[in-house]
């Protein structure tokens, strides 16, 4: 991480914990793990936030330099931050096409699960958080099925766990696959790491530093290394 990225993963980690979407306390996740942290992006609820959410991906996709095509948002979560983040590159001088998928297939009007451009070439996908990479898993096959090539991944948090296949823990995260074992690029605003720093600075308030203990537990327990 350069110094530029490491601020703006503070800056956004700090933009997430006013924003009531990354709280404490305790959570089970998807893959059933007791969290002691859990960001919730469905709750950058008001034009504001989104807006500001959709500058830190930009910013983020930017400075990496991926190369795509388009942009591709899964159902649902994933939706609204392809929209915002085409609407900030194209701002930024990088329009691009971009589409979403529906959950429920459509028996009629114009069918199909995909909606917006077509899906081709490089494919930025455009999720929120990666944990065990169910989610990435569906995404991928959905684009390739397509004909397209799901080419990189935008995420805001990297929650550096260990993966799980067939419901079992693996000793790599799901970033980690789908960067070394897919060879995509992956993209993040901010990662676990970034969150103990933020927890672990002088400025943060006590009740922060608090979490920082049970935040790095929970590392120990089923996180990975870079
Ligand atoms: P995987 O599909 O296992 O990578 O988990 C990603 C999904 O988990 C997200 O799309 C969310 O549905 C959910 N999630 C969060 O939104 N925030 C978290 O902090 C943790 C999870 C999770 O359940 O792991």
Known sequence: QSGADAQLAQDFVEFAVDAGVLRFGQFTTKAGRISPYFFNAGLFDDGAKMARLSEFYAKAILASGVAFDMVFGPAYKGIPLAATVAVEL???????????????????????????????????????????????????????????????????????????ENGKDVSHSAVQYVRDQLGMQVCTIAKLEDLLAFLAQGTAADSMRAHHSQVLAYRERYGVGN
């Open 90 to 164: 194209a701002r930024q001088g990088k329009n691009v096409p971009f589409a979403y998928n529906r959950k429920e297939a459509k028996d009629h009007g114009e069918g199909g699960s995909l909606v917006g451009a077509p899906l081709q070439g490089r494919v930025l996908i455009i999720d929120d958080v990666m944990s065990a990479g169910t989610a990435a898993r569906e995404s991928i096959a959905l684009i390739k099925g397509a004909g397209a090539i799901p080419y990189g991944m935008a995420i805001a948090l990297d929650r550096q766990e260990k993966a799980t």
